[in-house]
């Protein structure tokens, strides 16, 4: 028996088109009856791989799906016992530890996206996950290093403005 599946994407699947060249993006996404892949961040900021070619006032019409419609992930099946199981595992582990999956990933961003936007998208995999976790150095505490030396500047400013206030004071004080 099959999953039941969203009748959403059912839908979305069954009216999907590819698009031809001649029809410019632009209108097609004003109409309505266009959907543009993206991405979204761990911060809830939104992503699109056509941000260079369609407007802000475009963009800023868009509706974000509550949900993932599609991950990407490739499977191989292999027989159970298969003499292939440890040669295959070897290759798949070269080719994620040499970093050519993470190198594919970001081409695809390059040629298709904004390469700025490159340096924002960063993926951790479950097997890196799984190791010890990230040592903490002084680029993590920037933020908080700066949010410090801000607060001291304004407390010292507002220190010397009491003490010029109070010396005046004191001053005015006395004249009299």
Avoid at 92 to 113: A, K, P, T
Avoid at 157 to 172: D, G, I, N, T, Y
């Amino acid at each position: 028996s099959t999953p039941p599946q969203n009748p959403w994407h059912v839908r979305f699947s069954e009216r999907f088109l590819l698009e031809t060249p001649e029809d410019p993006r632009s209108r097609r996404v004003t109409r309505g009856d266009y959907a543009v892949a993206g991405k979204l961040f761990d911060a809830g900021i939104p992503y699109f791989l056509e941000s260079e070619t369609l407007s802000p006032k475009v963009l800023a019409g868009f509706r974000i799906m509550k949900e993932c419609s599609g991950t990407y992930y490739t499977a191989l099946g292999l027989r159970r016992l298969s003499p292939l199981t440890g040669p295959v595992n070897r290759a798949l582990y070269r080719l994620i530890e040499s970093g050519l999956i993470r190198h594919w990933s970001d081409d695809v961003i390059m040629r298709r996206g904004s390469k700025a936007a490159l340096g924002l998208i960063e993926e951790k995999d479950t097997w890196q996950d799984s190791k010890d976790p990230e040592k903490l150095t002084l680029g993590h505490l920037e933020g908080s290093f700066l949010l410090l030396s801000i607060g001291l500047v304004v407390s010292a400013l507002a220190f010397v403005f009491e003490a010029c206030k109070r010396c005046c004071h004191l001053l005015s004080s006395r004249s009299i």
